[in-house]
């Protein structure tokens, strides 16, 4: 197969080997997942409430070498291990896994949870005549306000 193999395009120049395979073998639609469709890893069959936390931890920069103690420790995950997993623990190759895939998606729906709820309060804040700001104004934003000259005053 060619280093830089495309399923849908690669039919057009293929070698004329390629073009001898059965069209079903040729064809094969690429497998791409779904961030929305289930995931079935150990860390995704846990309580949302366990993944949650642990996404949580990991935002916070705890490590593996202390994530796996914790989260192996937590009765409801014993409790999914046993029933679904043999027992087995989580284990790094567990965790690097949901890092790169569960916890990703993670971020991304908070991302967008996030977005949405700033678009709406946008769009109330229109909608009401009133200016949206970001971040509402702080008391130090005031005191700043207040040491600052009026436009009318020379420095």
Known sequence: MQANHHP????????????????ADRFKPMQVRNM?????GKIACLPEE????????????????EL?????SQP???DVLTRCFGGRDINHQNLSAWRR?????????REMQIVSFH???ARSAAAAGQPYQLHPPTPADDL????RPDQGELL
Request: proline share 7%; charged share 35%.
């Open 101 to 109: 895939g569960g916890f990703r998606d993670w971020l991304f729906r």
């Open 36 to 40: 929305f469709s289930s995931r079935t």
């Open 8 to 23: 849908f395009r690669d039919h057009l120049s293929a070698p004329d080997a390629d073009r001898n395979r059965p069209e």
């Open 119 to 121: 678009a709406y309060a």
């Open 76 to 78: 409801e995950v014993r």
């Open 144 to 147: 700043s306000r207040d040491s």
């Open 50 to 65: 366990i993944r949650d936390e642990l996404n949580d931890r990991m935002i916070n920069g705890i490590k593996g070498p």
């Open 68 to 72: 796996l103690p914790w989260l192996n």
